[in-house]
């Protein structure tokens, strides 16, 4: 059976901009446009549309295009944000993927480059350029106090299945539990690394896979027994 093709929502306050961007995906098999939205009736369109991945035209949302994204983050963590934009600068979308997106596009690339970041991003994978990620990286690694995490057995096996892209759903069938309940692990999860995003939460996992590796003494400690190994269901 052929997997459903993710939903996008387009968020731009230029309305010529965001319906023509709808319409270039309309016949696209990979990908189906859930709807558009400015920034103003956007919290009230994501019920609805449900989208697996939100597309955010940072140009179009004013001086404070963080301030929204922000918001975006705390009320639907679940959610991965592709941004697109004129910038250039790595410095400006490292910034923003440590705000909590998980890509970034610039608006001269071709449209194939959208749908490809767009097919990604919804696989629960990241796209942008690898030196503005090292650069995120380096700056999540400044930002995060030196101190020990402890996570219980959920939240470990959680955080390693959120490196294999898997959505809430998924994630909720995998674990046997509600849907309700994997956003608020989630939730809970992303208080304790201090992290906004699932990117930056796996991101740090792998660092703590390296600092593993290399003999470092781990940032993360468990409670309650053996975790971070999927369960076998039958």
Do not use: C
Not at 50 to 59: G, K, Q, T, Y
Not at 206 to 230: D, F, K, Y
């Amino acid at each position: 059976m052929k997997k459903a093709a993710p939903v996008i929502l387009i968020v731009s306050e230029n309305r010529i901009f965001r319906e023509s961007l709808a319409g270039s995906f309309a016949t696209e098999p990979d990908l189906r446009i859930g709807g558009v939205s400015g920034s103003e009736d956007l919290f009230a369109r994501l019920p609805a549309v449900a989208p697996d991945v939100v597309l955010l035209d940072m140009d179009s949302l004013g001086p404070v295009p963080e301030s929204l994204l922000h918001d975006l983050r705390r009320s639907h963590p679940e959610i991965p944000i592709l941004a697109m934009g004129m910038l250039d600068a790595e410095h400006a979308v490292a910034r923003l993927l440590r705000g909590g997106v998980v890509g970034f596009v610039g608006k001269r690339e071709p449209l194939e480059t959208l749908r490809r970041a767009l097919t990604v991003v919804a696989r629960g994978e990241t796209w942008a350029p690898r030196r503005a990620t090292a650069r995120a990286l380096a700056g999540l690694a400044q930002e995060r106090r030196v101190e020990t995490v402890t996570l219980t057995p959920r939240e470990r096996e959680l955080l390693s299945l959120l490196s294999g892209g898997y959505r809430n759903r998924e994630l909720a069938a995998m674990l046997q539990i509600k849907e309700q309940t994997v956003k608020m692990h989630l939730h809970r999860l992303f208080q304790k690394l201090r992290v906004k995003s699932r990117v930056a939460a796996v991101l740090h996992a792998n660092e703590l896979q390296a600092a593993s590796r290399e003999g470092a003494s781990p940032a993360v400690s468990a409670v309650g027994g053996r975790t971070g190994r999927r369960r076998s269901r039958s």
